[in-house]
């Protein structure tokens, strides 16, 4: 019997912030703080950023969803594996919080795991994402030694995928029960995903993908039209970060006489900050005062398709059949 190439999952995400101190301060500035320092790091530029951004978890007792919604889909997955006859257990490791990369590698290797499927959670791709989370593990693993399995990240692309794209029809025909058909199907269709720099797309599929993502999912919603915006980003100068902004997308649907409007985040696939406040807080209040009533699409989560399609994804690396 031939071995499987790989003996276990290493999921890879951005992280936020949970209960408990780091201790790198003398007098704890709160999670929140910590977390977003980690994310702008120390440029002098960032202190007024840090606070701003801080200050939106507050909304949320200073903490985020973000690991909470993560573990569940790597349980699911491993169960879904499972039941695949696939025994490979599944691990998350974070790139700005606990359990960092590092610690979840230290862990596998503890554990006697030896080779790891990485799988980045993010479905478009740029350096921030795909490219920077497979960094953290290669780097991760130059700490480590010869105390962490060997990675290697999967390269298949999913943003177009017909479970991902399955999941997140699926998310917002669940909103049709509570809006009514007839309001459901007149409501305009806004797609969201985090701005990144505009020289860091000139370089990267990232918008494209967004866009493909947008437009599978609209064409399977049986859509003509739907908007898409970007969301996210620091107050910077107009033209540097990706734009339309989600908010002026919400406007702007106003504006063209929509009555109801809901907001998909296909650039998240859990609920965090980016989603709980730029969209639910934000967003909403966007729409609400310009007297349009506001609806936001789940995000896949775990829904079962969006596992499955990961449960092929390792499936397939671990019988050879994808690079």
């Known amino acids: 019997m031939t071995e499987a190439r790989y003996d276990s999952v290493l999921l890879v995400g951005f992280g936020g912030p949970t209960r408990g101190c780091c201790r790198r301060y003398e007098d704890c500035p709160g999670e929140a703080f910590c977390f977003v320092k980690n994310v702008v ?3 002098a530029s960032g202190d007024e950023r840090i606070r701003e951004v801080a200050a939106h978890y507050e909304h949320f007792g200073g903490v985020s969803p973000f690991i909470f919604f993560s573990q569940k ?10 039941r695949s006859g696939i025994i490979a257990p599944v691990y998350v490791g974070y790139r700005f919080w606990t359990p960092f990369v590092k610690e979840a590698l230290a862990e596998m290797h503890r554990r006697g795991l030896r080779r790891t499927l990485g799988i980045a959670l993010a479905p478009h791709r740029a350096k921030v994402s795909f490219e920077a989370y497979r960094g953290e593990a290669e780097s991760a693993r130059r700490e480590l030694g010869g105390e962490a399995p060997e990675v290697t990240f999967a390269g298949t692309p999913w943003f177009d995928h017909p479970g991902y794209i399955g999941a997140t029809v699926d998310r917002v025909n669940e909103l049709a029960g509570a809006m009514g058909e007839e309001r459901f199907s007149a ?5 969201s995903a985090h701005s990144i720099p505009v020289s860091m797309a000139r370089t990267s599929p990232y918008r494209e993908q967004f866009e493909e993502t947008a437009r599978l999912a609209a064409g399977a919603l049986g859509r003509e039209s739907h908007l898409t915006g970007f969301q996210s980003s620091p107050n910077v ?7 339309p902004d989600v908010l002026d ?3 702007e649907a106003a504006d063209g006489g929509a009555k109801d409007v809901i907001v998909i985040p296909v650039g998240f696939i859990c609920d965090h900050i980016e989603v709980l406040f730029d969209l639910d807080v934000e967003a909403r209040e966007a729409a609400e005062e310009r007297g349009m009533d506001y609806f936001r699409a789940g995000t896949v989560g775990s829904h079962p398709k969006f596992i499955s399609m990961l449960r092929d994804i390792v499936a397939a690396h671990r019988a050879g059949e994808s690079g």
């Open 41 to 43: 790091g120390d440029r």
């Open 73 to 82: 889909q790597a349980g699911a997955l491993e169960m879904e594996l499972e």
């Open 187 to 191: 409501a305009r269709l806004i797609f």
């Open 249 to 251: 997308v919400v406007r």
């Open 237 to 243: 100068p107009p033209g540097s970060w990706l734009e």
